[in-house]
């Protein structure tokens, strides 16, 4: 099965700097999102890339796809401490004009220090 | 506030209780979801209603039951359930739409229900 893969799990860095996070997954996609998580809260989207987009920005955040790597990086520039959270990469697949369900990563813990 | 709702935020529960958990999403949705999220494993797709359609992940054991009554409420009924059954459960909401296939469309979470079993 097809599953996001997120790298580094955890990754500390200080207010102002900017966090770069990474996904790879294995088989082909319709798209790949983004979520963010607060500690034992919902995930709430962030962004949204299409198989056939290669860069997509929204505010401080960056999303890349390579499709041909098979992976998906996301930069937050700036960062502040209430950035401090768990991001999750999914993929949803392309099964000839259907589309399967997000399938997620096990996600990167973000610990941003003021 | 994502206007996906869940009840209650917290459970606990012993071994040979029955309860239920609760969502409702206030977005006009046709599609909703349970997921479960463990420590230390992926968020894990549990059963979807879309478009009045049970979609069941086979390997959910029948101590979890999907009860979706209309197209804003979604529950899991809950009996028997073992220790590792601890976890966060989530429901989420989307707008699902036959478009020369089945496309499930933007998913909204609800903030989670802690479930502990002792």
């Known amino acids: 099965s097809q599953q996001g893969e997120e790298d580094p799990q955890a990754l500390s860095i200080q207010e102002g700097e900017n966090a770069t996070m990474n996904c790879s997954y294995k088989?082909?996609?319709?798209?790949l999102q983004w979520y963010r998580q607060n500690s034992g809260r919902g995930l709430v989207h962030l962004i949204l890339i299409r198989s056939n987009e290669r860069e997509k920005h929204s505010g401080r955040l960056r999303v890349t796809l390579d499709t041909s790597k098979k992976s998906s990086s996301l930069l937050i520039t700036a960062s502040r401490a209430a950035d401090t959270a768990s991001y999750f990469c999914?993929?949803?697949?392309?099964?000839?004009?259907?589309?399967?369900?997000?399938?997620f990563g096990k996600g990167t813990k973000l610990s941003v220090k003021p | 506030e994502t206007g996906v709702t869940q009840t209650p935020r917290h459970l606990v529960m012993g071994m040979t209780n029955k309860k239920s958990l609760k969502c409702e999403q206030h977005?006009?949705?046709?599609?909703m979801y349970w997921y479960k999220q463990s420590a230390k494993k992926p968020l894990e797709l549990m059963f979807v209603?879309?478009?009045?359609?049970?979609?069941e992940n086979n390997s959910v054991p029948s101590r979890f039951s999907p009860e979706c009554p209309n197209s804003s409420h979604l529950f899991l009924h809950l009996h028997t359930l073992q220790p590792e059954d601890s976890a966060l459960y989530l429901c989420a909401s989307s707008q699902a739409r036959l478009a020369g296939g089945h496309v499930l469309g933007l998913q909204f979470f609800g903030p989670g229900t802690r479930l502990t079993v002792l």
């Open positions: 999914a993929t949803v697949g392309d099964y000839g004009g259907s589309q399967g369900n997000l399938i």
């Open positions: 977005l006009g949705h046709n599609a």
């Open positions: 209603y879309s478009l009045e359609e049970r979609v």
């Open positions: 088989t082909s996609i319709n798209n």
